[in-house]
């Protein structure tokens, strides 16, 4: 007598609240550390490495867990390939509400401080270029 194979196990699906709470707190950590360097004039040129650094973090401490994708985007196409709708709400909402909480939070720590964007598109504060009017040669 041979022995039947038994069916492939489904992988489980991790647990709502569970993942609803790390990819709550990634976005969270991201959106304020971020924020935070940018209303610090010494930190904010350090802006896109702390980015990348904090989302290869967050991929590699987190990625068995939630599948590293702290982008929506990011697991809206596969969702839509693999046609597996069951988790894709948590993947959507969980970011927007981390990044919400994070604001609200960063704006009542850091209240009375500017915010250094114009340095990262090469502005002063003004709107005049860093580096003077850039001229042309033909």
């Not at 919400?100 to 915010?115: D, K, Q, S």
Request: charged letters at 10%.
């Amino acid at each position: 007598m041979t022995a039947v194979p038994a069916p492939p196990r489904r992988p489980e699906l991790p647990d709502r609240g569970e993942l609803f709470a790390a990819e709550t707190a990634t976005m969270g950590l991201i959106v304020y550390a971020i924020g935070f360097f940018l209303q610090t004039p010494k930190l904010a040129p350090l802006v896109p490495w702390l980015a990348g650094l904090l989302i290869a973090a967050v991929i590699a401490l987190l990625g068995t867990a939630t599948g590293g994708s702290v982008n929506p985007a990011r697991q809206f196409g596969p969702t839509m390939v693999s046609g597996q709708f069951r988790l894709l709400w948590v993947y959507l909402l969980a970011p927007m509400v981390g990044a919400a909480l994070a604001a609200a939070l960063l704006g009542r720590v850091c209240r009375h401080r500017t915010v250094l964007t114009h340095r990262l598109c090469g502005t002063h504060a003004d709107g005049t270029p860093l580096q003077g009017p850039v001229k042309r040669t033909v």
